[in-house]
């Protein structure tokens, strides 16, 4: 048949330009075949819309083949939508020769295609309308790249504005691109007008001029040799806000790359962190009024565990002790290795109270042995502090050398037959509150007393002073009254046969007050730090633990009264389950190996900030945090301590994980597109190959058979004619022969002969179990036990062919004897039927099995591992089941048998 084309691209027989016709005719083959590897869809149709070209764009994406389409109604092409009716695009063609769209071809059954087409109108040289030009540009993956992008557009806006920090990005010139719908909130200027006050007016000019140097410097160092491309920087910069006010944030700042991989702009997450600041001020100003409260206390602050550990020992100590404070800090000395032996029984029934007495406090005075073996007397006012269990956890007091007073012990003995003299008050009353005598200077203070009496300060408790007395055999008692706002020390001794008390008072008001001074400060300091939002923690110069907030409570579970006090590393274990240097051990002694456990570490000035996952952290599940290391000084400029701060950063990071999922997506969706395009073009490959087989099988099939005809013929005439005996063996061989070649002909023409299935509702059970006695006739001399285990009812029904189901179970059986050894073993056929789903059945049998090389190529037609095979049952299979969108899996081993399950739609309605 003459191809329509060539009328098409004739020169409509001019005798005069025959050879110009020749070459105009090479030239448009040649233009065909380039138009048919062209990726674009080019379809020529003539003006009565029959199909004269079709490329293989046109092919892959309708599905018909192009010997098929060329010469068909373009109208045949069922699921194609035009934006417009049908009739509007044939005027425009009409009226302007061109019209460009988009259109969709939607097949039932298939996702739809989304192509960019473009149409003219060809004429001739006389300028006819010969035919219309289509051509398709395929833009469905541009679609649902559009679609995921814009999802991920709104996935990101949402983020953006539901964090509780600052969102911008900035290119390259400081000029803002994107601002977070959350500004408003924290700068009191909406998104819209930041972008139109850009950065540098959202910025005081010192804060500007210092954020542009770093920027330009991280843009000049980026792709040198060493620099991470996924790095993070921090600026601290004060942002303007619309009420005037300039607050401090701090902006942690990531490159955004294009597609080569150059930065092309900068994503800016940014914290306010201004309240932070002015505490960190607050706690530096109360650090610093407490370390002058203890240079000028004339004795030794201390605050320790109840089991003797110590947290601080500062003050006079070396004056007083010999030994440095750090000393007893580091436990080199502890203090109760210096108490004078003889006084140690008295010091060890107080410290029992302090240990069991909630709340106790206790004055007490003993002697200690210095350095260089001096003794000295120290008094000592201790008490307790209880946990939250109401049990004593930490102890805390001051200790004062009073050796200069006791020296003048025996002086004020003598003062006391002569207590006019003494400047103290002295005073001599009974348990009834009756004052015997007062001296000139306990007159002078307290003129009130003796009408008082037990009502005044300086004489409460005056009968339980005189019951400890006798009961404790201890003399003088001492304690501590407060009078009028002064604070008296009083040595009292029982006279006159233990009727009346004696008491000498010293006034201790001034060591007093130090002492209440020294421990509200100190408890200023601690609650400044308990009040903190970030998890923070402090040490001292030996890295014990002298401080740990509610904040890092929350964070890590380990409560405060566990970790103050301890040391070696301690404050690692709750993040890492292990004593180990952290982020706030590079202070005191730089380490490489600790520094490159976290993603990044920064000095700044005497700083440190550092960032690191936590995978311990949030029930096991982790934290990203941001690490922040202070040191703290001395007036000498030696480092005595100091304070890490930790800040979850996890939502940002799972801000910045969440953009790269999402350009991972569309990369992963662009890969599987690839591979699916891939596998179809594979499976059409196959299809054909196939069907060449078929026809290959065919044609074999029919050259065998003539000769066949004649060999059989020829044996039967010999036997008929020839009485030798000896020709019976070699004739009933040569039939044998002839059978089995007729048997391999009939395989090859079922092969090829496959039809279209007709389709009727074919009760499956029953055609299950004629194969399952057809084959026991075929197999008599087996001796095989089959077991047959089926769900489905004798009623059930499936759509099929009942010839191409025959044939597929009995070709399944033929395989499960054959591969039974020494032809003998078992078959189980197992059966299920989900009514208006699928229909499926398994064949094992308990053969030699299959290995794994012969198995994949098991199903190739032709394929065989046996002596007298064509390899074309499994072939069969596939393609009946392929026609009743079916489908077949084999699983097999070495010495444990096979399995072939086979499942078919019941498409029953």
Request: charge should be neutral.
């Amino acid at each position: 048949m003459r191809d329509p084309k060539a009328k098409w691209f004739s020169d409509r027989g001019n005798p005069k330009r025959r050879s110009s016709a020749r070459l105009q005719a090479e030239m448009i083959d040649e233009l065909k075949a380039l138009l048919d590897v062209d990726r674009d869809i080019i379809i020529i149709r003539d003006m009565e819309g029959r199909i004269v070209f079709w490329n293989r764009g046109a092919q892959d994406v309708f599905g018909w083949e192009k010997d098929y389409a060329v010469g068909r109604l373009y109208s045949e092409l069922e699921g194609i939508r035009y934006p417009c009716p049908a009739e509007e695009i044939m005027r425009c063609l009409d009226r302007e020769g061109r019209w460009e769209g988009e259109i969709t071809y939607a097949p039932e059954g298939r996702d739809p295609v989304y192509l960019e087409s473009r149409l003219c109108v060809q004429k001739d040289d006389a300028g006819v309308p010969i035919g219309i030009m289509e051509v398709h540009n395929n833009i469905s993956d541009r679609r649902k790249a559009e679609r995921l992008l814009r999802a991920s557009e709104a996935h990101y806006r949402l983020l953006t504005d539901n964090i509780s920090d600052i969102v911008g990005i900035i290119d390259r010139n400081m000029h803002f691109t994107f601002v977070g719908s959350n500004a408003s909130r924290l700068v009191g200027f909406t998104a819209d007008e930041v972008m139109r006050r850009d950065v540098s007016g959202m910025l005081t000019p010192e804060s500007f001029e210092h954020a542009r140097k770093i920027i330009a410097h991280q843009f000049e160092i980026d792709g040198r040799p060493g620099q991470d491309p996924d790095r993070s920087f921090l600026i601290e910069v004060e942002i303007l806000t619309k009420n005037g006010e300039a607050r401090l944030f701090e902006l942690k700042v990531n490159f955004i790359r294009d597609e080569a991989g150059a930065p092309a702009s900068l994503l800016g997450i940014g914290r306010d962190i201004t309240a932070h600041k002015a505490l960190e001020r607050k706690l530096k100003e109360n650090e610093n009024l407490y370390h002058s409260f203890l240079k000028n206390f004339p004795g030794i602050a201390y605050r320790g565990l109840i089991d003797g550990s110590v947290l601080f020992f500062e003050g006079r100590v070396e004056e007083i002790t010999g030994y440095r404070g750090d000393d007893f800090s580091a436990s080199r000395v502890r203090w109760k290795d210096l108490i004078f032996p003889e006084d140690l029984p008295g010091i060890r029934q107080s410290w029992d109270r302090i240990h069991e007495e909630a709340g106790c406090s206790l004055e007490r005075e003993y002697r200690i042995i210095r350095k260089d073996r001096q003794v000295r007397w120290v008094r000592e006012h201790i008490q307790n502090r209880s946990d939250d269990s109401g049990k004593p956890a930490f102890v805390e007091g001051v200790i004062q050398d009073i050796t200069d007073l006791k020296k003048s012990y025996e002086e004020q003995l003598w003062l006391a037959s002569f207590p006019e003299l003494d400047p103290h008050p002295v005073v001599e009353a009974d348990i009834a509150g009756n004052v015997y005598y007062m001296s000139p200077a306990a007159l002078a203070l307290f003129p009130d007393l003796a009408a008082k009496g037990l009502k005044h300060g300086y004489l409460s408790g005056a009968g339980w002073i005189l019951d400890r007395i006798k009961t404790e055999k201890r003399e003088p008692f001492t304690r501590e009254v407060e009078v009028n706002g002064l604070w008296y020390l009083q040595k009292i001794f029982a006279v006159e046969n233990g009727t009346r008390l004696r008491i000498y008072g010293s006034d201790i008001s001034e060591s007093k007050l130090i002492t209440q001074r020294l421990r509200a400060v100190n408890q200023q300091l601690m609650d400044i730090i308990d009040f903190l939002p970030d998890a923070t923690f402090v040490v001292d110069r030996h890295r014990r633990i002298i401080a740990w907030n509610r904040a890092l409570e929350e964070m890590t579970g380990a409560k405060k009264e566990e970790m103050v006090g301890r040391g070696d590393y301690a404050y690692a274990v709750p993040f890492y389950g292990k004593a180990r240097p952290i982020a706030l051990d590079l202070l005191f002694e730089p380490d490489k190996e600790t520094e490159s456990l976290y993603t990044y570490v920064k000095r700044k000035d005497t700083r440190l900030v550092a960032e690191v996952f936590l995978p311990r952290l949030n029930h096991g599940k982790g934290l990203f945090v941001w690490v922040n290391v202070a040191p703290f000084y001395d007036e000498k400029g030696a480092l005595i301590g100091a304070i890490e701060s930790i800040r979850d950063i996890t939502e940002h990071k799972e801000a910045e994980a969440i953009l790269r999922q999402d350009r991972q997506a569309f990369e992963q969706l662009v890969k599987s597109k690839t591979e699916e395009l891939l596998r179809v073009q594979k499976e059409l490959a196959d299809s054909r190959h196939l069907s060449e087989i078929g026809a290959l099988a065919a044609t074999i099939a029919h050259e065998l058979r003539n000769p066949l005809a004649a060999i059989r013929t020829a044996a039967y005439n010999i036997r008929r004619k020839s009485a030798d005996s000896r020709l019976a063996s070699h004739l009933d061989n040569i039939d044998k022969k002839i059978i089995e070649s007729d048997q391999i002909i009939n395989n090859l023409l079922s092969y090829s002969r496959i039809k279209t299935p007709r389709l009727e509702a074919v009760r499956i059970r029953m055609i299950l179990e004629e194969c399952l006695k057809a084959a026991a006739d075929r197999f008599a001399k087996y001796k095989v036990k089959v077991r047959l285990k089926c769900a489905c009812g004798k009623d059930d029904m499936i759509l099929a062919d009942p010839l191409h189901m025959r044939e597929l179970f009995n070709n399944i059986l033929n395989n499960a004897y054959e591969a039974l050894e020494n032809k003998k073993g078992i078959i189980t056929i197992t059966a299920d039927y989900e009514p208006r789903s699928v229909f499926t059945v398994s064949f094992t049998d308990n053969g030699a099995g299959i290995s794994p090389d012969i198995l994949e190529k098991i199903s190739r037609p032709f394929f065989t591992t046996k002596s007298k095979g064509t390899g074309l049952g499994l072939a069969v299979c596939h393609q009946l089941l392929a026609l009743h969108n079916g489908s077949m899996q084999i699983k097999s081993a070495i010495g444990k048998g096979t399995t072939v399950t086979v499942t078919l739609p019941v498409g029953i309605q």
